[in-house]
């Protein structure tokens, strides 16, 4: 994989990655996507980088940073690549970490690997975070969010709930988008869950890895996805 990069990759500062069907293109920095373009609207959109966290019950590695992130553009895409050290119970491992962003329909699609550099024996495990950051009025006054949660319970007959998801006792719209939270919100996917990691108790759970930004009056919308065939054995989100 190295020698294939070293003999297709440009080394640049940014690369412009535009989807198949020409709907949307990111531009691409060391940092991840640093703006889109969607149906030709700029949009300051920031992040879609991978890092490794952890210091958690399920994920006791701690990483950090090793080196400096480095990009080069491959074929019509991008490749982002940082090496961490994880310090973890058993010792120490040194990890390499690439996303590369490539063209799809109507999407820029982001592949993760994550190559173990130094002590590959080494038993660890470690979150790994993602996630898109925009500037204040980007998306309008009037931007909301929306996520497949499950909003409450389902009730019996008209009775009494009879299983609850979410933080209320009855059941709310589901399909449709709330305004931005004033204040940061935690939701966990498939179950709800009590409060850990340093993190309150969910609001709520939600039943597909996906979250949608749209702005009303700015006309103009993006989602960030994850790969329902991954392995997600834990994904939680937190948007604020």
């Not at 949009?43 to 019950?57: D, E, H, I, M, N």
């Not at 749209?214 to 604020?240: H, R, T, Y």
Request: hydrophobic content about 45%; charged content about 10%; overall charge neutral.
């Amino acid at each position: 994989m190295a020698m294939l990069l070293s003999a297709l990759a440009t080394a640049q500062t940014t690369v412009r990655v535009t989807s198949t069907d020409g709907s949307l293109a990111a531009v691409v920095g060391v940092s991840g996507i640093a703006s889109l373009q969607i149906d030709g609207k700029p949009l300051s959109v920031r992040g879609a980088k991978t890092a490794l966290v952890g210091g958690s019950l399920n994920a006791p590695g701690r990483c950090a940073t090793q080196t400096a992130a480095t990009i080069a553009a491959v074929g019509a895409g991008a490749v982002v690549q940082q090496r961490f050290a994880c310090a973890v119970p058993a010792g120490s491992v040194e990890l390499l970490v690439t996303d590369s962003y490539t063209p799809d329909r109507g999407s820029v699609a982001i592949a993760t690997k994550i190559a173990t550099v130094s002590n590959a024996t080494t038993p660890f495990s470690a979150a790994v975070s993602t996630g898109l950051t925009w500037a204040a009025g980007a998306l309008g006054g009037d931007a909301k969010v929306w996520l497949p949660w499950t909003k409450g319970c389902v009730q019996n007959n008209g009775q009494k709930p009879g299983m609850c998801f979410g933080s209320i006792d009855h059941w709310e719209p589901a399909l449709a988008p709330e305004p931005l939270p004033a204040a940061a919100e935690h939701f966990r996917y498939g179950a709800k869950g009590p409060a850990r990691g340093g993190q309150a108790a969910p609001r709520d759970s939600f039943t597909l890895p996906v979250v949608s930004l749209l702005g009303g009056a700015a006309d103009i919308g993006f989602s960030l996805v994850v790969d329902p065939s991954d392995p997600l054995l834990e994904v939680a989100m937190s948007n604020s």
